[in-house]
């Protein structure tokens, strides 16, 4: 069986085709991704631009078509935080289903937390008390548990595209608005580190998204993040231009502008739940979704 997910962010549709099999890992057979780069394109009312719109329209368009190209059986059309939460989201999904006949969808932040938990537990050890975290453009997710539902599972505004917006205007950056931003995300995850303290420690701490993807080929570390390297990137990263940080190891140039907040972001998050190091898992998300309607259509 032929499943298809597309996954519309901040910075690109990501359409991923597998071959779905019974008890074994979907097998890849495609994937593209087309342009979205909607980080500057969120008004101070949170809409998107006209142009913003223009591009996911574009980009759905462009995904959809491979899709419908190589036949797969079923198609995940889902739209994450920066439409999903957008004042003129309603809009967007109408343009996107007359432009394509595709109606766009979207999870909660707390359900997009369980898929990907529910992934990543199935990439690791199904039977492992699991930390989870993952940061996106918007948001970013934590989940904890043993099992399927985690026990917790939380979305934050913690977005590395939200907070470079709302923090740092300027590239190379002031030490003045790091701290800010710094701060500004110990407030949020102090009640989720709060709660975190009173559950039993994990067996594994799992990072997954491109954000943590970036930060661990950047400190040299391959799939494991240890925040003694990363918290010494954080000046370094304060002190570069957006194309320099394009030029880093990993770094891809759509994501050099917001890489710094989303450093800021994991580093600050390791301290505030005490985590020395966590490992990067390579699945998230999408192929949680696919997991799931996989199982949904053998029923």
């Not at 470079?164 to 205007?169: A, G, I, K, N, V």
């Not at 494991?224 to 990363?230: N, Q």
């Not at 231009?241 to 050099?256: D, H, I, Q």
Request: proline share 6%.
């Amino acid at each position: 069986m032929l499943l298809a997910v597309l996954d519309v962010g901040s910075n690109s549709a990501h359409l991923q085709i597998v071959q779905a099999r019974h008890r074994k890992p979907p097998l890849p057979v495609y994937r593209l991704k087309a342009p979205t780069l909607l980080a500057e394109e969120v008004t101070a009312d949170g809409a998107l631009t006209p142009a913003g719109v223009e591009r996911v329209v574009r980009a759905v368009a462009c995904t959809v078509e491979a899709y419908r190209r190589h036949r797969a059986d079923d198609l995940i059309p889902l739209a994450t935080a920066t439409i999903r939460d957008a004042t003129n989201s309603a809009e967007i999904y109408r343009r996107v289903r007359e432009a394509t006949g595709v109606q766009l969808r979207s999870l909660s932040g707390e359900d997009e937390a369980r898929v990907t938990f529910a992934a990543v537990r199935r990439w690791h050890a199904p039977s492992a008390r699991l930390w989870l975290l993952d940061i996106g453009g918007m948001s970013m997710e934590i989940a904890a548990g043993a099992g399927d539902p985690p026990d917790l599972a939380v979305s934050l505004p913690l977005g590395a595209g939200r907070l470079t917006r709302r923090y740092l205007p300027e590239h190379p950056a002031g030490r003045g608005d790091v701290e800010r931003l710094r701060r500004h995300v110990r407030g949020v995850l102090k009640p989720v580190a709060r709660d975190l303290a009173r559950t039993p420690r994990p067996d594994l701490v799992v990072g997954t998204s491109k954000t943590f993807k970036q930060l661990a080929e950047l400190t040299g570390a391959g799939d494991r993040l240890e925040r003694r390297a990363l918290r010494r990137w954080v000046p370094r990263l304060t002190a570069m231009s957006t194309r320099e940080r394009a030029e880093l190891p990993g770094v891809a140039a759509a994501r050099a502008r917001q890489i710094l907040a989303g450093a800021v972001t994991a580093v600050t998050a390791m301290e505030a739940l005490d985590l020395r190091a966590l490992d990067v898992c390579p699945w998230a998300l999408r192929e949680g979704l696919l997991l799931r309607r996989y199982h949904e259509l053998r029923r």
